[in-house]
């Protein structure tokens, strides 16, 4: 009896979005990632952070679910992005929630939801590893 599998998607590598922050993913194969993320804007910006991420390793080479975590070291927030890995354009598409620590009072404003759009990037690095 012959076995088939699908075959695996590269997630790994450097991908940036459509403000220039930057993304280094290496995927297990097994269906996590790990990695780092430095962000373009804001405070944090030219810093990098880990992020822990989780993506179906049995989806082959269609689109594929993606969605992986930074915690703000510091800065007493969380983001999450969660979406579609696209081998056909080489791009994540995913939207992303950042929820910042505050009062209960505050609470309505602590939640900011975005989108970003990753490309495979293979040029410099822009930010320092």
């Not at 922050?21 to 790990?34: A, N, V």
């Not at 804001?42 to 952070?49: C, H, K, N, T, Y």
Request: with cysteine; aromatic share 10%; net charge negative.
């Amino acid at each position: 009896m012959t076995m088939t599998t699908k075959p695996s998607i590269s997630l790994s590598g450097r991908w940036r979005n459509q403000l220039g922050s930057l993304l280094e993913l290496e995927g297990d194969g097994d269906g996590g990632i790990h990695g780092k993320f430095c962000n373009s804007v804001g405070s944090e910006a030219g810093r990098w952070q880990p992020l822990r991420g989780w993506y179906d390793p049995s989806a082959g080479q269609g689109s594929n679910v993606i969605g992986f975590v930074v915690d703000w070291t510091g800065l007493h927030c969380i983001t999450a992005w969660s979406g579609q890995y696209r081998p056909g354009t080489d791009t994540i598409s995913a939207t992303w929630t950042m929820t910042t620590a505050c009062e209960a009072d505050d609470e309505w404003k602590a939640t900011v939801v975005g989108h970003d759009v990753f490309h495979r990037d293979d040029g410099p690095e822009g930010a320092d590893s």
